[in-house]
T-cell receptor, first 111, second 114 residues
Framework: QKEVEQNSGPLSVPEGAIASLNCTYS??????FFWYRQYSGKSPELIMF????GDKEDGRFTAQLNKASQYVSLLIRDSQPSDSATYLC???????????FGSGTQLTVLP | EADIYQTPRYLVIGTGKKITLECSQT?????MYWYQQDPGMELHLIHY???????EKGDLSSESTVSRIRTEHFPLTLESARPSHTSQYLC?????????????FGPGTRLTVT
């Protein structure tokens, strides 16, 4: 079992819809959770991080964390074609200063 | 957001050549990382450093080496490039005294070994 798992997609949603991206992790000691966006041929860009159970909102993005279920998600409201990218989930555990990345979910927002 | 720079952005080089990929950051970040990523594939950590004169190998076995003589500079060297080294190399850094350890990435170097 991979440490961080994501559905590879591709996930397609129409413009204006809510895109829901999911991530599960295996290490119960994981403490910080990150979402990165990576456009094709570009480097990952940090969208947001979360470390407490519940929701964290930043503009059109909402990260949701459920540590009991070892599950973190990213919701993108009012999806735009410019949101089309691969979204990477990453996790740190305890005092670890490294990130473990999932393989990413490819999102396509259809005009 | 970190200012992190990588040069060159693109490099095509012949087998057997020695190459150094440069990475610099201007934010005083103590932690720096090198990742390797093939197109459409996962990021793999190949080297990291938590400060000057501190370097460690990552999860992915790599024939490259790194050095950290200055806080802002973390170059990666391949002594003898091979076609199997063709990939994108991404440098990242993370700030000191942070419990969250978010990493910020440079633009990457796309290496092709012919």
């Amino acid at each position: 079992q991979k440490e961080v798992e994501q559905n590879s997609g591709p996930l397609s949603v129409p413009e204006g819809a809510i895109a829901s991206l999911n991530c599960t992790y295996s290490d119960r000691g994981s403490q910080s959770f990150f979402w990165y966006r990576q456009y094709s041929g570009k480097s990952p860009e940090l969208i947001m991080f979360i470390y407490s159970n519940g929701d964290k909102e930043d503009g059109r993005f909402t990260a949701q964390l459920n540590k009991a279920s070892q599950y973190v998600s990213l919701l993108i409201r009012d999806s735009q074609p410019s949101d089309s990218a691969t979204y990477l989930c990453a996790v740190t555990a305890g005092s670890a200063r490294q990130l473990t990345f999932g393989s990413g979910t490819q999102l396509t927002v259809l005009p | 957001e970190a200012d992190i720079y990588q040069t060159p952005r693109y490099l095509v080089i012949g087998t057997g050549k020695k190459i150094t990929l440069e990475c610099s950051q201007t934010m005083g970040h103590d932690k720096m990382y090198w990742y390797q990523q093939d197109p459409g594939m996962e990021l793999h950590l190949i080297h990291y450093s938590y400060g000057v004169n501190s370097t460690e190998k990552g999860d992915l076995s790599s024939e490259s080496t790194v050095s950290r003589i200055r806080t802002e500079h973390f170059p990666l060297t391949l002594e003898s490039a091979r076609p199997s080294h063709t990939s994108q190399y991404l440098c990242a850094s993370s700030a000191p005294n942070r419990q969250i350890h978010e990493q910020y990435f440079g633009p990457g170097t796309r290496l092709t070994v012919t």
